[in-house]
């Protein structure tokens, strides 16, 4: 069984600073896994879901418009993690946000959301 497990969320002052992470772990099928693109997302209330930024596994990157010069993705293939470096934060970036992971296993290609970590940006 899989998990991808968040940490990192809280309460954060306008302009400050967060750092999330998202470790996967578990086996598939039996056999270990690796990573592939690993990614954040957030859902504000009343909105819908939307992509923050992602990485591939060769470290690839792409932010959503609204972060771009303040959150910076990073991983760790090792510890099969994903960080989400987020600064300059404002009232807009307050959400749940979520991790999501592409794990492969042998052929396959496994896709897993985290249970989300609540990110809360106060004035």
């Known amino acids: 069984q899989v998990r991808l497990v968040e940490s990192g969320g809280g309460l954060v002052q306008a302009g400050g600073s967060l750092r999330l992470s998202c470790a996967a772990s578990g086996i598939i099928s039996g056999s270990i896994f690796s990573t592939g693109a690993m990614a954040w997302h957030r859902q504000a209330p009343g909105k819908q879901r939307e992509l923050v930024a992602t990485?591939?596994?060769?470290?690839?990157?792409k932010y959503a418009d609204a972060v771009k010069g303040r959150f910076t993705i990073s991983r760790d293939n090792a510890k099969n993690t994903v960080y989400l470096q987020m600064n300059s934060l404002n009232l807009e970036d307050t959400a749940v946000y979520y991790c999501?992971?592409?794990?492969?296993?042998?052929?396959?290609?496994?896709?897993?959301w985290g249970q989300g970590t609540q990110v809360t940006v106060s004035s």
């Open positions: 990485t591939t596994s060769g470290g690839y990157t």
């Open positions: 999501n992971a592409d794990l492969i296993s042998g052929p396959g290609k496994y896709n897993y």
